[in-house]
Protein backbone atom coordinates (compact mmCIF):
# COMPACT_ATOMS: atom_id res chain seq x y z
CA UNK A 1 0.00 0.00 0.00
CA UNK A 2 1.52 3.22 -0.94
CA UNK A 3 2.22 5.49 2.24
CA UNK A 4 -0.17 8.00 1.40
CA UNK A 5 -3.20 5.65 0.99
CA UNK A 6 -1.87 4.38 4.55
CA UNK A 7 -1.76 7.98 5.47
CA UNK A 8 -5.43 8.24 4.41
CA UNK A 9 -6.69 5.68 5.91
CA UNK A 10 -5.44 6.15 9.30
CA UNK A 11 -6.25 9.20 9.29
CA UNK A 12 -9.92 8.15 7.93
CA UNK A 13 -10.03 5.78 11.80
CA UNK A 14 -8.80 8.83 13.79
CA UNK A 15 -11.94 10.58 12.60
CA UNK A 16 -14.10 7.92 13.58
CA UNK A 17 -11.89 7.37 16.65
CA UNK A 18 -12.60 10.97 17.93
CA UNK A 19 -16.24 11.04 16.57
CA UNK A 20 -16.75 8.50 19.09
CA UNK A 21 -15.70 10.17 22.27
CA UNK A 22 -18.30 11.04 24.75
CA UNK A 23 -16.13 10.36 27.53
CA UNK A 24 -12.70 11.99 26.31
CA UNK A 25 -11.01 8.12 24.97
CA UNK A 26 -10.09 7.58 22.16
CA UNK A 27 -11.36 4.18 22.05
CA UNK A 28 -9.46 2.07 19.90
CA UNK A 29 -5.79 2.53 19.63
CA UNK A 30 -5.50 4.91 16.49
CA UNK A 31 -1.80 5.43 14.99
CA UNK A 32 -0.29 8.20 14.34
CA UNK A 33 2.30 8.46 12.22
CA UNK A 34 3.18 12.06 11.42
CA UNK A 35 2.36 15.54 12.79
CA UNK A 36 0.16 16.87 10.49
CA UNK A 37 -2.42 13.83 11.55
CA UNK A 38 -1.47 14.45 15.04
CA UNK A 39 -2.82 18.20 15.23
CA UNK A 40 -5.55 17.21 12.68
CA UNK A 41 -6.91 14.72 15.53
CA UNK A 42 -6.37 16.96 18.29
CA UNK A 43 -8.08 19.50 16.20
CA UNK A 44 -11.17 17.37 15.80
CA UNK A 45 -10.97 16.67 19.29
CA UNK A 46 -10.81 21.12 20.10
CA UNK A 47 -14.16 21.18 17.60
CA UNK A 48 -15.76 18.91 20.83
CA UNK A 49 -15.75 21.91 22.90
CA UNK A 50 -17.25 24.38 19.92
CA UNK A 51 -20.17 25.27 22.40
CA UNK A 52 -19.04 25.03 25.63
CA UNK A 53 -15.39 26.27 26.53
CA UNK A 54 -15.75 29.79 26.21
CA UNK A 55 -14.19 32.19 27.28
CA UNK A 56 -11.25 29.44 26.92
CA UNK A 57 -10.06 28.85 23.86
CA UNK A 58 -11.19 25.23 22.05
CA UNK A 59 -8.29 22.93 22.55
CA UNK A 60 -7.54 19.36 21.83
CA UNK A 61 -4.50 17.07 22.98
CA UNK A 62 -3.56 13.80 21.66
CA UNK A 63 -0.61 11.64 23.54
CA UNK A 64 1.03 9.53 21.04
CA UNK A 65 3.81 6.73 22.12
CA UNK A 66 5.09 4.36 19.59
CA UNK A 67 2.86 5.43 16.88
CA UNK A 68 -0.40 4.79 19.12
CA UNK A 69 -2.85 7.03 20.87
CA UNK A 70 -2.74 6.45 24.37
CA UNK A 71 -4.65 9.69 25.88
CA UNK A 72 -6.83 12.20 24.24
CA UNK A 73 -9.02 15.15 25.72
CA UNK A 74 -9.95 18.76 24.93
CA UNK A 75 -11.05 21.73 26.89
CA UNK A 76 -13.63 21.52 29.28
CA UNK A 77 -16.10 24.36 30.44
CA UNK A 78 -14.30 26.75 32.34
CA UNK A 79 -12.61 26.48 35.73
CA UNK A 80 -12.41 22.26 34.51
CA UNK A 81 -9.58 20.91 33.50
CA UNK A 82 -7.77 22.05 30.02
CA UNK A 83 -7.07 19.58 27.01
CA UNK A 84 -3.55 19.16 27.93
CA UNK A 85 -4.56 17.46 31.66
CA UNK A 86 -7.40 16.08 30.35
CA UNK A 87 -5.07 13.89 27.54
CA UNK A 88 -2.54 13.36 30.73
CA UNK A 89 -5.22 11.85 32.93
CA UNK A 90 -6.91 10.02 30.26
CA UNK A 91 -4.04 7.70 30.00
CA UNK A 92 -3.14 7.54 33.26
CA UNK A 93 -6.97 6.20 33.75
CA UNK A 94 -5.78 3.60 30.62
CA UNK A 95 -2.57 2.47 32.48
CA UNK A 96 -0.38 4.18 29.92
CA UNK A 97 3.19 5.41 30.68
CA UNK A 98 3.28 8.59 29.25
CA UNK A 99 7.20 9.21 30.03
CA UNK A 100 8.91 9.97 25.90
CA UNK A 101 6.11 10.30 24.65
CA UNK A 102 4.86 13.07 21.98
CA UNK A 103 1.82 15.51 22.88
CA UNK A 104 0.00 17.07 20.32
CA UNK A 105 -2.15 20.28 21.07
CA UNK A 106 -3.56 22.60 18.91
CA UNK A 107 -2.47 25.64 21.02
CA UNK A 108 0.87 26.47 22.81
CA UNK A 109 0.30 25.31 26.61
CA UNK A 110 0.23 28.00 29.23
CA UNK A 111 2.45 29.10 30.93
CA UNK A 112 0.31 30.87 33.79
CA UNK A 113 -1.65 30.01 36.87
CA UNK A 114 -5.27 31.19 35.78
CA UNK A 115 -8.73 29.30 37.35
CA UNK A 116 -6.67 26.22 36.40
CA UNK A 117 -2.70 25.32 36.95
CA UNK A 118 0.13 25.60 34.03
CA UNK A 119 -0.27 23.14 31.28
CA UNK A 120 3.33 23.54 30.69
CA UNK A 121 4.29 22.39 34.26
CA UNK A 122 1.89 19.30 33.66
CA UNK A 123 3.81 18.19 30.55
CA UNK A 124 6.78 18.44 32.22
CA UNK A 125 6.35 16.58 35.54
CA UNK A 126 5.01 13.82 33.09
CA UNK A 127 7.89 14.02 31.65
CA UNK A 128 6.86 13.57 27.49
CA UNK A 129 9.52 13.61 25.23
CA UNK A 130 7.76 15.88 22.60
CA UNK A 131 5.12 18.49 22.42
CA UNK A 132 3.63 19.88 18.75
CA UNK A 133 1.70 22.58 18.97
CA UNK A 134 -0.48 24.10 16.26
CA UNK A 135 0.06 27.22 17.14
CA UNK A 136 1.48 29.46 19.84
CA UNK A 137 -0.98 31.47 22.39
CA UNK A 138 -1.11 35.27 21.70
CA UNK A 139 -2.46 35.58 25.64
CA UNK A 140 -0.23 37.67 26.85
CA UNK A 141 -0.14 35.83 30.30
CA UNK A 142 1.61 33.00 28.05
CA UNK A 143 2.92 34.30 24.23
CA UNK A 144 5.89 31.76 24.02
CA UNK A 145 6.49 31.03 28.08
CA UNK A 146 4.78 27.96 27.78
CA UNK A 147 6.93 26.85 24.85
CA UNK A 148 9.71 28.65 26.35
CA UNK A 149 9.58 26.82 29.59
CA UNK A 150 9.03 23.10 28.08
CA UNK A 151 12.09 23.64 26.02
CA UNK A 152 13.85 24.81 28.92
CA UNK A 153 13.09 21.24 30.75
CA UNK A 154 14.71 19.48 27.81
CA UNK A 155 11.39 18.66 25.83
CA UNK A 156 11.56 18.90 22.07
CA UNK A 157 9.03 21.77 21.03
CA UNK A 158 7.78 22.60 17.30
CA UNK A 159 5.02 25.04 16.72
CA UNK A 160 3.18 25.59 13.55
CA UNK A 161 1.54 22.20 12.29
CA UNK A 162 -2.01 22.86 10.76
CA UNK A 163 -1.77 26.82 11.55
CA UNK A 164 -4.36 27.98 9.59
CA UNK A 165 -6.97 25.63 10.74
CA UNK A 166 -5.79 25.91 14.09
CA UNK A 167 -6.18 30.04 13.75
CA UNK A 168 -9.51 28.95 12.52
CA UNK A 169 -10.77 27.15 15.25
CA UNK A 170 -9.99 30.14 18.18
CA UNK A 171 -10.39 32.64 15.37
CA UNK A 172 -12.50 35.33 18.23
CA UNK A 173 -10.08 33.69 20.93
CA UNK A 174 -7.25 35.04 19.16
CA UNK A 175 -9.25 38.26 18.13
CA UNK A 176 -9.67 39.20 21.59
CA UNK A 177 -6.04 38.90 22.68
CA UNK A 178 -4.83 40.34 19.77
CA UNK A 179 -7.14 43.40 19.49
CA UNK A 180 -8.80 43.62 22.00
CA UNK A 181 -12.43 43.04 20.57
CA UNK A 182 -14.26 39.70 19.43
CA UNK A 183 -14.40 38.50 16.21
CA UNK A 184 -17.67 40.02 14.80
CA UNK A 185 -19.52 37.64 12.05
CA UNK A 186 -22.75 39.29 10.43
CA UNK A 187 -25.53 36.78 9.60
CA UNK A 188 -28.13 38.13 6.78
CA UNK A 189 -30.45 35.88 5.15
CA UNK A 190 -31.09 37.30 1.62
CA UNK A 191 -33.04 36.43 -2.07
CA UNK A 192 -30.48 36.10 -4.85
CA UNK A 193 -31.31 40.21 -5.44
CA UNK A 194 -29.89 40.77 -2.06
CA UNK A 195 -32.92 41.86 -0.54
CA UNK A 196 -33.42 41.04 3.72
CA UNK A 197 -37.20 41.67 3.89
CA UNK A 198 -40.11 43.39 2.08
CA UNK A 199 -41.04 47.06 2.12
CA UNK A 200 -43.48 46.05 4.98
CA UNK A 201 -41.06 44.50 6.92
CA UNK A 202 -41.71 40.68 6.22
CA UNK A 203 -38.77 38.80 6.33
CA UNK A 204 -40.08 35.31 7.84
CA UNK A 205 -38.69 33.03 5.97
CA UNK A 206 -36.89 34.08 3.51
CA UNK A 207 -34.55 31.00 3.06
CA UNK A 208 -35.17 27.10 4.00
CA UNK A 209 -35.55 25.25 6.58
CA UNK A 210 -31.56 24.19 6.39
CA UNK A 211 -30.25 27.51 6.21
CA UNK A 212 -32.18 28.50 9.61
CA UNK A 213 -30.90 25.28 11.10
CA UNK A 214 -27.06 26.44 10.12
CA UNK A 215 -27.62 29.74 11.32
CA UNK A 216 -28.33 28.31 14.89
CA UNK A 217 -25.01 26.46 14.53
CA UNK A 218 -23.54 29.75 14.16
CA UNK A 219 -25.35 31.07 17.24
CA UNK A 220 -23.98 28.27 19.73
CA UNK A 221 -20.65 28.99 18.97
CA UNK A 222 -21.00 32.87 19.29
CA UNK A 223 -20.41 34.46 23.17
CA UNK A 224 -23.11 36.66 22.04
CA UNK A 225 -25.91 37.31 19.82
CA UNK A 226 -26.56 40.75 18.66
CA UNK A 227 -29.58 42.68 17.05
CA UNK A 228 -31.06 46.36 16.42
CA UNK A 229 -34.17 47.74 18.13
CA UNK A 230 -35.80 47.78 14.47
CA UNK A 231 -35.33 43.93 14.45
CA UNK A 232 -37.21 43.17 17.85
CA UNK A 233 -39.68 45.77 17.15
CA UNK A 234 -40.26 43.84 13.76
CA UNK A 235 -39.49 39.86 14.39
CA UNK A 236 -39.71 40.28 18.06
CA UNK A 237 -36.68 37.34 17.60
CA UNK A 238 -35.85 35.51 20.90
CA UNK A 239 -32.62 35.44 20.00
CA UNK A 240 -31.76 31.73 21.42
CA UNK A 241 -30.49 28.72 19.91
CA UNK A 242 -33.19 26.10 19.22
CA UNK A 243 -32.67 24.12 16.27
CA UNK A 244 -29.21 22.32 17.69
CA UNK A 245 -28.09 21.04 21.08
CA UNK A 246 -26.34 23.39 22.81
CA UNK A 247 -25.88 23.35 26.98
CA UNK A 248 -25.24 26.93 26.62
CA UNK A 249 -27.07 30.27 25.23
CA UNK A 250 -25.15 33.27 24.47
CA UNK A 251 -25.38 36.30 25.93
CA UNK A 252 -28.30 38.35 24.16
CA UNK A 253 -27.45 41.96 22.92
CA UNK A 254 -29.90 44.56 21.98
CA UNK A 255 -29.11 47.71 20.73
CA UNK A 256 -31.60 50.20 21.83
CA UNK A 257 -30.81 54.19 21.52
CA UNK A 258 -33.45 55.55 23.42
CA UNK A 259 -34.45 52.67 25.22
CA UNK A 260 -37.60 51.35 23.26
CA UNK A 261 -37.94 47.88 24.06
CA UNK A 262 -41.51 46.65 25.28
CA UNK A 263 -40.78 44.46 28.53
CA UNK A 264 -42.69 41.62 26.64
CA UNK A 265 -39.86 40.94 23.82
CA UNK A 266 -39.19 37.46 23.60
CA UNK A 267 -35.78 38.48 23.60
CA UNK A 268 -36.18 39.12 27.11
CA UNK A 269 -37.55 35.95 28.22
CA UNK A 270 -35.51 34.61 31.18
CA UNK A 271 -33.55 37.75 32.05
CA UNK A 272 -29.72 38.38 31.20
CA UNK A 273 -30.38 40.12 28.18
CA UNK A 274 -27.86 43.47 27.71
CA UNK A 275 -30.16 46.36 26.19
CA UNK A 276 -27.30 49.21 24.67
CA UNK A 277 -28.78 52.90 25.37
CA UNK A 278 -27.07 56.23 24.02
CA UNK A 279 -28.75 58.03 26.85
CA UNK A 280 -29.24 57.34 30.30
CA UNK A 281 -33.46 57.22 31.32
CA UNK A 282 -34.04 55.47 34.98
CA UNK A 283 -37.53 55.34 34.46
CA UNK A 284 -37.02 52.95 31.67
CA UNK A 285 -34.02 51.06 33.01
CA UNK A 286 -35.35 50.21 36.70
CA UNK A 287 -38.38 47.98 34.80
CA UNK A 288 -35.62 46.29 32.36
CA UNK A 289 -33.05 45.70 35.50
CA UNK A 290 -36.06 44.60 37.93
CA UNK A 291 -36.35 41.91 35.54
CA UNK A 292 -32.50 40.62 35.41
CA UNK A 293 -31.11 42.71 32.39
CA UNK A 294 -28.29 45.15 31.78
CA UNK A 295 -28.66 48.18 30.72
CA UNK A 296 -25.11 50.05 29.51
CA UNK A 297 -25.31 53.34 28.19
CA UNK A 298 -22.63 53.95 25.62
CA UNK A 299 -22.88 56.88 23.67
CA UNK A 300 -20.74 58.32 20.91
CA UNK A 301 -20.76 62.36 19.92
CA UNK A 302 -23.59 62.02 17.81
CA UNK A 303 -25.73 60.84 20.07
CA UNK A 304 -26.31 56.82 19.07
CA UNK A 305 -24.32 53.94 20.59
CA UNK A 306 -20.67 54.21 19.98
CA UNK A 307 -20.13 50.93 18.32
CA UNK A 308 -16.42 51.05 18.06
CA UNK A 309 -16.73 51.39 22.03
CA UNK A 310 -19.18 48.82 22.22
CA UNK A 311 -16.40 46.11 20.70
CA UNK A 312 -13.91 46.91 22.87
CA UNK A 313 -16.32 46.93 26.02
CA UNK A 314 -17.09 43.07 24.10
CA UNK A 315 -13.79 41.94 24.17
CA UNK A 316 -13.20 42.83 28.22
CA UNK A 317 -16.44 41.11 28.47
CA UNK A 318 -14.34 38.46 27.19
CA UNK A 319 -16.79 37.84 24.30
CA UNK A 320 -14.87 35.63 21.76
CA UNK A 321 -17.43 35.50 18.53
CA UNK A 322 -20.16 37.72 17.90
CA UNK A 323 -23.23 36.94 15.85
CA UNK A 324 -25.05 40.00 14.34
CA UNK A 325 -28.47 39.39 13.31
CA UNK A 326 -29.33 42.86 12.57
CA UNK A 327 -31.79 44.78 9.89
CA UNK A 328 -30.03 47.17 7.34
CA UNK A 329 -30.06 49.84 9.38
CA UNK A 330 -27.39 48.69 12.21
CA UNK A 331 -25.74 46.25 10.01
CA UNK A 332 -24.81 49.19 8.27
CA UNK A 333 -24.14 51.66 10.72
CA UNK A 334 -21.51 48.42 11.96
CA UNK A 335 -19.79 48.04 8.72
CA UNK A 336 -19.69 51.50 8.26
CA UNK A 337 -17.68 51.88 11.69
CA UNK A 338 -15.40 49.31 10.48
CA UNK A 339 -17.00 46.93 13.40
CA UNK A 340 -17.22 43.99 10.71
CA UNK A 341 -14.99 41.18 10.07
CA UNK A 342 -17.14 38.39 8.52
CA UNK A 343 -20.23 37.85 6.01
CA UNK A 344 -22.47 34.83 6.81
CA UNK A 345 -24.58 35.29 4.18
CA UNK A 346 -27.75 32.58 3.44
CA UNK A 347 -28.48 33.38 -0.20
CA UNK A 348 -31.64 31.86 -1.57
CA UNK A 349 -33.27 31.25 -4.49
CA UNK A 350 -35.84 34.07 -5.43
CA UNK A 351 -35.98 37.59 -5.99
CA UNK A 352 -38.07 39.67 -3.67
CA UNK A 353 -37.80 42.60 -6.06
CA UNK A 354 -37.33 46.39 -4.72
CA UNK A 355 -37.02 46.05 -1.04
CA UNK A 356 -35.11 46.25 2.54
CA UNK A 357 -31.34 45.76 1.58
CA UNK A 358 -29.02 44.13 3.79
CA UNK A 359 -26.82 47.18 4.44
CA UNK A 360 -27.75 50.49 4.22
CA UNK A 361 -24.33 51.88 3.05
CA UNK A 362 -24.11 55.57 1.26
CA UNK A 363 -24.14 55.33 -2.57
CA UNK A 364 -20.41 55.95 -3.69
CA UNK A 365 -19.15 58.44 -6.05
CA UNK A 366 -16.53 56.31 -7.17
CA UNK A 367 -15.02 52.16 -7.43
CA UNK A 368 -12.28 53.15 -5.65
CA UNK A 369 -14.21 53.80 -2.38
CA UNK A 370 -16.06 50.06 -3.15
CA UNK A 371 -15.51 47.29 0.15
CA UNK A 372 -13.57 44.80 -0.27
CA UNK A 373 -14.01 41.44 0.70
CA UNK A 374 -12.56 37.70 -0.13
CA UNK A 375 -14.80 34.44 -0.52
CA UNK A 376 -13.66 32.30 2.29
CA UNK A 377 -15.79 29.66 1.53
CA UNK A 378 -19.34 28.87 -0.46
CA UNK A 379 -21.43 26.05 0.16
CA UNK A 380 -24.60 25.18 -0.79
CA UNK A 381 -27.41 24.28 2.89
CA UNK A 382 -30.62 22.81 1.32
CA UNK A 383 -31.50 24.57 -1.73
CA UNK A 384 -29.61 27.67 -0.57
CA UNK A 385 -25.85 29.22 -0.51
CA UNK A 386 -24.23 29.82 2.29
CA UNK A 387 -21.55 32.50 1.75
CA UNK A 388 -18.86 33.38 4.28
CA UNK A 389 -16.88 36.65 3.21
CA UNK A 390 -13.99 38.48 5.11
CA UNK A 391 -13.28 42.26 4.65
CA UNK A 392 -10.18 43.15 3.45
N1 LIG B 1 -33.16 38.63 6.60
C1 LIG B 1 -32.39 38.82 7.63
O1 LIG B 1 -31.32 38.21 7.77
C2 LIG B 1 -32.81 39.81 8.69
C3 LIG B 1 -32.17 39.81 9.93
C4 LIG B 1 -32.57 40.73 10.88
C5 LIG B 1 -33.58 41.64 10.57
N2 LIG B 1 -34.17 41.59 9.37
C6 LIG B 1 -35.25 42.55 9.03
O2 LIG B 1 -34.77 43.84 9.23
C7 LIG B 1 -35.88 44.69 9.49
C8 LIG B 1 -35.51 45.64 10.58
O3 LIG B 1 -34.51 46.47 10.07
P1 LIG B 1 -34.04 47.75 10.84
O4 LIG B 1 -32.91 48.29 10.04
O5 LIG B 1 -35.20 48.60 11.14
O6 LIG B 1 -33.60 47.12 12.23
P2 LIG B 1 -32.19 47.04 12.98
O7 LIG B 1 -31.07 47.37 12.08
O8 LIG B 1 -32.16 45.72 13.66
O9 LIG B 1 -32.37 48.14 14.05
C9 LIG B 1 -32.45 49.46 13.62
C10 LIG B 1 -32.11 50.34 14.72
O10 LIG B 1 -30.76 50.19 15.07
C11 LIG B 1 -30.37 51.35 15.64
N3 LIG B 1 -29.07 51.79 15.13
C12 LIG B 1 -28.58 51.81 13.92
N4 LIG B 1 -27.35 52.35 13.91
C13 LIG B 1 -27.08 52.67 15.16
C14 LIG B 1 -25.98 53.23 15.80
N5 LIG B 1 -24.87 53.59 15.17
N6 LIG B 1 -26.07 53.41 17.08
C15 LIG B 1 -27.17 53.05 17.74
N7 LIG B 1 -28.23 52.53 17.20
C16 LIG B 1 -28.17 52.31 15.92
C17 LIG B 1 -31.37 52.41 15.37
O11 LIG B 1 -32.08 52.56 16.57
P3 LIG B 1 -32.27 54.00 17.20
O12 LIG B 1 -33.11 54.74 16.27
O13 LIG B 1 -32.89 53.70 18.52
O14 LIG B 1 -30.91 54.60 17.31
C18 LIG B 1 -32.24 51.77 14.36
O15 LIG B 1 -33.58 52.18 14.45
C19 LIG B 1 -37.03 43.79 9.86
O16 LIG B 1 -37.97 43.84 8.83
C20 LIG B 1 -36.42 42.44 9.96
O17 LIG B 1 -37.31 41.46 9.52
C21 LIG B 1 -33.83 40.71 8.42
Redesign the pocket.
Known sequence: MRSAERQDQLLTGAVHAAADIQTLTVKILVEIHSDVQGIRLALELAAKGMFTTTPNPRVGCVIVKENKVIGSGYTQPVGHAHAEVQALNDAADRGFDVSGSTVYVTLEPCSHHGRTPPCADALIRARVGRVVAAIADPNPLVSGQGLARLEAAGIQVTCGVLEQEAREMNIGFLSRMQRGKPWVRM????SLDGM??LHN?I?QW?TGDEARADGHYWRARACAIL?????VM??DPQLNVRAIDTPRQPQRIV????L?ISQHARVLSGGGTLIVA?QSNPEKEKPLRDLGHEVLVLANASG??D?AALMQELGRRQINELHV???????G?LIR?GCVDELLVYLAPTLLGDA?RMF?LPALESLEHKKNLTFHEVKQIGADLRILARFI
Not at 187 to 190: I, N, P, Q
Not at 255 to 258: E, F, G, L, V
Open positions: KSAATAGSITGIGTEDIDSQQAKVLEAGFKLNSEQN
